[in-house]
């Protein structure tokens, strides 16, 4: 999984943070994460292009997430930035080889491959169970009190 | 994750046909799966040196399981070749930008890595949960009469 996805998490979690009617333009959330803003912005178009963030236009124009954190899921994210295919890819080696039969005749899929795909949908719903709500709660109990204020302090101003 | 996976857990699915005191020698599993022997054989290696399979030296010699199939779980498989790191890779980006603060400060783990350490433990606790003797007896289950004989009248052969 590329770095993206941790970048996108947080920067939904920040933008979470923000007043109802602000946004955050890409380069200051690149600032705040301090990770390179042209790669960045890459992953911030394809959050907005599924519909997790949305864009504000003009002087204090930026982005800002599309719906209510409660209402946008860690699995949201990860599959906006990496596709919802599964990590195992079924290639049906099964209908190779010397005891090949013609494909038809096998009406089940691979249990090789069920097994994956459990695993697969297992993973996805728990990701599923935490949404940007739940992590930005989340950073108010665990982040500690000085970086919250400095966070706060910064955000003021940037998003102003 | 890579092709190898689907390979190794399939070499295991047929070394679990095998009587207790046969093996197979690599080119075979390769010839049964349709798979390049070169590329099959360092995976072999790899589930032999994880102690998933163990090997038979002499003219009747190969690979066999090391232990009965109900002993050996799809997550062992896959551990031996691709490693036991999550797919999630933290890198603690909240300690950067302008909200950072000494590293000692933050007691916690980040709430976003534990999302994905919780997702990443379900997808092992599922993959952990399948054995090689519950995909054997699918496959007895699943696969077309045809192929069934015609893989056993080929395993006599490959395995005298």
Same mark, same amino acid.
């Given at each position: 999984?590329s770095?993206?996805?941790? $970048?996108?998490? =947080?920067?939904c979690?920040?933008?979470?943070?923000l007043p109802?009617?602000?946004?955050?333009?890409?380069?200051?959330?690149?600032? /705040?994460?301090?990770?390179?803003?042209?790669y960045?912005?890459? =992953?911030?178009?394809?959050?907005?292009?599924? +519909?997790?963030?949305?864009?504000?236009? +003009?002087?204090?124009g930026? /982005?800002?997430?599309?719906?209510?954190?409660?209402?946008?899921?860690?699995?949201?994210?990860?599959e906006?930035?990496? +596709?919802?295919?599964?990590?195992?890819h079924?290639?049906?080696?099964?209908?190779?080889?010397?005891?090949?039969?013609?494909a038809?005749? /096998?009406t089940?899929?691979?249990?090789?491959? #069920?097994?994956?795909? #459990?695993? @697969?949908?297992? $993973?996805?719903?728990?990701?599923?169970?935490?949404t940007?709500? @739940?992590?930005?709660i989340?950073?108010?109990?665990?982040?500690?009190?000085?970086?919250?204020?400095?966070?706060?302090?910064?955000? #003021?101003?940037?998003? #102003?």
């Open positions: 999984m770095d993206g996805v941790e $970048w996108g998490v =947080h920067a979690v920040l933008l979470a943070s109802a009617d602000a946004a955050l333009p890409a380069a200051k959330i690149a600032e /705040y994460h301090g990770v390179p803003a042209a960045l912005a890459k =992953h911030l178009q394809a959050l907005a292009a599924a +519909g997790v963030l949305a864009t504000a236009k +003009g002087a204090r930026g /982005y800002r997430l599309a719906r209510p954190p409660a209402e946008i899921t860690v699995l949201e994210v990860v906006a930035l990496e +596709g919802d295919e599964p990590a195992f079924c290639t049906e080696i099964r209908r190779r080889g010397p005891a090949a039969t013609p038809r005749e /096998y089940k899929a691979c249990g090789i491959n #069920r097994a994956f795909v #459990r695993a @697969d949908a297992a $993973w996805r719903a728990e990701l599923a169970a935490t940007v709500a @739940d992590l930005f989340g950073v108010l109990e665990d982040v500690p009190r000085p970086a919250l204020e400095k966070g706060a302090r910064w955000l #003021r101003e940037a998003a #102003r």
